[in-house]
């Protein structure tokens, strides 16, 4: 992948440090989550979000007021906003400061391209994403949901049909969930763990009740461009629940490198998002796939600093 970058910045980014010689960077701290977590959908307008510096689009917004914009980045706002942006570990303060931050950028009408670049995984993304109407992929989206609304008894799920009986006799996912091992995304159950220690048993295939699946432990790294963790791809986990052909080589072509992965296209449902937000765990859960953390050198230049 050919994409360019300016590294430094991003390095001073990840070590939270405030860069040196910024000369009106009154709100670091908010331009430094906004260049993490939010820049994901907020340079490109990921999904109807209103783009960084776009004072049109956040106008209205901001007419409603700093807490309902506070509110909406905290708790999270249909149809995809996710609560901080799906950062939940980061601290109240400080998505609210990256909310500052972009309620600043509009009132300047800052030029949004140039302002956002050395993040800009979603600039980069662009291209691949017209002004496209909202994904209806992404209405299967549990993390939208508050917690309480999560596991709803099948007949309220709107995936079963209600004035079907045998709907009515299916047990309610909460209380078959109660002994499995939680998680904080998805319908909260950690299934990879449940189907480790044995916890289920899903039947592999449909006609042999005997058949097991092939299961096989290779772990592909993708290098991500920018402040994230590099992701790393598990065959494990995957093969321990699918057949290789549930994803080559429709999805994936199986070769190292060859495929063109982006945020973008898994938050539209393709990619890794034809499966995870749907029927794994969701693009919420960022250090999940962003696990492996980069090797990163400028510590000299910190320390000089
Ligand atoms: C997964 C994509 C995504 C990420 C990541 C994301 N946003 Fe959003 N955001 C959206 C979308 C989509 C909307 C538009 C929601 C709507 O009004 O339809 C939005 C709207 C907003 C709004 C306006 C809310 C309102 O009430 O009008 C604010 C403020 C906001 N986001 C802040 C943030 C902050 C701060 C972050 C980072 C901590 C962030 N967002 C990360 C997708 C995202
Ligand atoms: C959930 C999706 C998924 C499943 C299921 C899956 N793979 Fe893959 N596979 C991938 C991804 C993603 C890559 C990395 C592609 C890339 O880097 O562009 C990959 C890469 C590969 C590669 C290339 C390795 C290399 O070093 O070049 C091989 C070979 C492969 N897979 C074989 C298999 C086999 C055999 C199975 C079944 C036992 C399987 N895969 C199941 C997603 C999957
Ligand atoms: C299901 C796995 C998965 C989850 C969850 C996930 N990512 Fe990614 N992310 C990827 C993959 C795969 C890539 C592509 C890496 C590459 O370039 O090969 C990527 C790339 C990125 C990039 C680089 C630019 C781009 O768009 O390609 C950024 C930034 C990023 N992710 C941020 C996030 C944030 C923020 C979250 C949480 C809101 C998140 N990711 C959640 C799998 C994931
Ligand atoms: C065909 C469906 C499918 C696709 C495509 C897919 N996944 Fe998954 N993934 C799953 C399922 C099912 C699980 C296990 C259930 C869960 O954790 O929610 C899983 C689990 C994982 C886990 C393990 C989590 C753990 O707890 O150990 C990681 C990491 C992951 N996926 C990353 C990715 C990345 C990165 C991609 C894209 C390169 C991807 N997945 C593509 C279905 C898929």
Redesign the pocket.
Known sequence: MNRTLRIPALALAILGCAPFGAAHAQNDKGKAIYDKVCVACHSAGIAGAPKLGDAKAWEPRIKAGIDALYESALKGKAPAMPAKGGATDVPDADIKAAVDYMVAAAKDGAPAAAATAPAGPAAQAAPATPTAPRPAALSFNRLLKPASKRNPPPPEDGIHDPDNDGTHALQPPLQVFESLPRSNAGNRVDWVKALDNNLIGPRWDRTDPAAAP?V?D?N?V?EVKGSMPDVV?P?KQ??AW?D?S???PQ?????????QISMAAILLGQKCGVCHGKVAFPVSECRICHSKKKNVMPVKNAQAN
């Open positions: 092939v096989m290779l592909i993708r791809y065959h995957h093969t699918l290789c549930n994803c080559h999805i994936f072509i199986p070769q190292k490198g060859a495929n």
